[in-house]
């Protein structure tokens, strides 16, 4: 059964990676692209690739779960 630290910390992941592809997606589409930080841009470009053989929920899911890992990596609980 899942501690209410890591229940937490995997609540924090999701709404930072739904908030940082959100943000990035829109980004992206006013022009700014070449402005993103280089993981930034490699996650926009998987999801744009991912967009030729899925739907865009299927693709948005695929791109937020790595962002979801990475944020989860920066946890400083996980480094303590």
């Known amino acids: 059964m899942p501690s209410s630290s890591n229940t937490s910390i995997a609540k924090k992941a999701r709404t930072k990676a739904e908030a ?18 280089a993981n930034a ?3 926009l470009t998987n999801y744009r690739s991912r967009l030729e053989t899925m739907n865009e929920a ?23």
């Open 20 to 37: 940082d592809f959100a943000t990035w997606l829109m980004m992206a589409k006013l022009g700014g692209f070449d402005d993103l930080p």
């Open 58 to 80: 299927e693709s948005t899911v695929g791109t937020e779960n790595p962002i979801r890992v990475d944020a989860v990596m920066e946890s400083p609980k996980l480094t303590e």
């Open 41 to 43: 841009q490699s996650f």
